[in-house]
Each structure stands twice: as C-alpha cells, then as structure tokens.
C-alpha cells in the first residue's frame, strides 16, 4: 500500500470556525478523516499532520525519506506566500507533492496570489473547499497507478 502525507499549515486547525466565508464549515478533523477512509478506498495509507510551527512541517518532509511515503498532499496556507525554507525541504526530498487550497488564491488578495510551491508541484488544486483534498488524492492514486514507461 502506498503512504501519502497530509500535510496541513498553519492555522488550518482553526477550519470550521475561521472565515467559514471564505474556508468553509468542514473541520480539519473532518477533512483528515474523510481523506484516510478514500485512501483506504483506493489504496493509499494516509498519514496526517498540520502544524503551526513551519520547522515541523519541515521536519515531517524530510522525515518522507526514510518512511516510504509515496506522494504528499500539501495545504501549506500562509507559508504558501513565504516560505522559501518549505520550498527548499521539498526540493531536497523529491517526494512528489500535491498543492491543494481550500479558496481560489488567484482571486484573493494580490499578496495571497504568488505561490513558492505551485511551479514545483505535479499539480495545484485551488478554491475546491474540502473537496480539493479528495480531488488530491484521487489524483495521487491515478498517477501512482500509472504504468511505468521505459
């Protein structure tokens, strides 16, 4: 079975009850658990983690060297404008990664619109709400089902 990260930056512990306007009523929990019961669907052993504190995320990332983890689905929030350090942890590991934004960043404001992540992802989901994260993996689970081309 293949292990996939679910990463989650800072302040998404707050889903739910923060700008639900803007990042919707569905919790973190319900997010990570709704995620683990499709990967179980489609084959993927789901792993989650979301901190406020970026060296943890960074730790977590270089920790998909020696876990077997597959593939990482990353919701980096504010970090997704600043963080150069995430960037450079995900470049050393070359572990494939998902962006995912539960808004449309490209319609927020004009400091919110660069992403540090987007041009070295295999994909970018944005402004899908929660459901970004099941299009993630499912997205996951079609390229890791993909045969190999020599």
């Not at 993927?44 to 020696?66: G, K, M, P």
């Not at 070295?120 to 402004?127: E, F, M, S």
């Not at 099941?134 to 020599?150: C, G, I, K, Y």
Request: a negative charge; aromatic letters at 6%; glycine letters at 6%.
């Amino acid at each position: 079975m293949h292990k996939v990260l679910l990463l989650n930056g800072p302040n998404l512990n707050l889903l739910g009850r923060r700008e639900p306007e803007i990042y919707g009523h569905t919790t973190l929990a319900e997010i990570e658990s709704r995620a683990q019961a499709l990967g179980q669907q489609l084959g993927l052993a789901v792993d989650c983690l979301q901190s406020n504190a970026e060296h943890r995320l960074i730790e977590r990332i270089h920790q998909t060297l020696d876990d077997h983890t597959t593939y990482i689905i990353f919701n980096p929030a504010a970090f997704t404008h600043t963080s150069l350090a995430l960037r450079d942890a995900l470049l050393a590991v070359q572990t494939p990664f998902v962006e995912v934004h539960l808004s449309d960043i490209s319609q927020r404001e004009s400091w919110r619109q660069h992403s540090w992540f987007s041009d070295i992802a295999t994909r970018v989901i944005t402004g899908q709400g929660a459901a970004g994260y099941e299009q993630a993996l499912r997205f996951v689970a079609d390229q890791l089902n993909q045969p190999l081309t020599t």
